[in-house]
């Protein structure tokens, strides 16, 4: 199985901020690496796929890069919904598709 | 607009089997990979398995001897089955579509619709 390491595992941060987070996989993936944003109780939201390409109806406020076994996450200018948890996930070999352990953004 | 919701029961025994169904509103089971995703209580995402709207199935090796999942096309739901649940199997379960995105280096496959998840617990 390919394995993600994510980092932070949790960060706290304030309104306005820039952050970043970063997937590492335990094996080169080319760019077959998606992000999630996770909120209880809400269905979990696809932000990028590919790396690096938008999804529909997210804010550009959201991009990521990377290829091969290392990737981030960036999100500039945080809102207050941008609280929440982010996951990386590849789909490059499978089964199984994995994610990553997970990011914990919070309200400094 | 496409939605997805879990339905089953919120409670099941230790060795009992774990069921629950996926139902889509506002497309067609046709076409595209149809998961089911857990998250366990402080712990992260666990791919469970997928299974094409043809039947073909493909399962998280970890799982692959007690799950088995059905899709049923005319009722646009496709279902999960866990045998011999453990307290380990009380999770966050969610059901996702996969689409395929045509970029240079391939078809990635991304989870663009997710339902709002279902809380199961194992517990006698």
């Known amino acids: 199985d390919i394995q993600m390491t994510q980092s932070p595992s949790s960060l706290s941060a304030s309104v306005g901020d820039r952050v970043t987070i970063t997937c590492r996989t335990s094996q080169t993936i080319s760019s077959f690496l998606n992000w999630y944003q996770l909120k209880p109780g809400k269905a979990p939201k696809l932000l990028l796929y590919a790396a690096s390409t938008l999804q529909s109806g997210v804010p550009s406020r959201f991009s990521g890069s990377g290829s091969g076994t290392d990737f981030t996450l960036t999100i500039t200018s945080l809102q207050p919904e941008d609280f929440a948890t982010y996951y990386c996930q590849q789909t490059y070999t499978t089964p199984p598709i994995t994610f990553g352990q997970g990011t914990r953004l919070d309200i400094k | 607009q496409v939605q997805l919701q879990e339905s089953g029961p919120g409670l099941v025994k230790p060795s009992e089997t774990l069921s629950l169904t996926c139902t889509l509103s506002?497309?067609?089971?046709?076409?595209?990979?149809w998961n089911w995703i857990r998250q366990t209580a402080g712990q992260g995402l666990e791919w469970i398995g997928r299974?094409?709207?043809?039947?073909?199935?493909n399962y998280n090796p970890s799982l692959k001897s007690r799950v088995s999942m059905s899709v049923d096309t005319s009722n646009n739901q496709f279902s999960l089955r866990l045998t011999s649940v453990t307290a380990a199997d009380t999770a966050v379960y969610y059901c996702?579509?996969?689409?395929?995105?045509?970029?240079?280096?391939?078809?990635?496959?991304?989870?663009?619709?997710w339902g709002q998840g279902t809380k199961v617990t194992v517990s006698s």
């Open positions: 299974i094409y709207s043809t039947g073909s199935t």
């Open positions: 506002g497309g067609f089971i046709s076409s595209y990979y």
């Open positions: 996702a579509r996969a689409v395929p995105r045509s970029t240079v280096f391939g078809v990635v496959h991304a989870f663009d619709t």
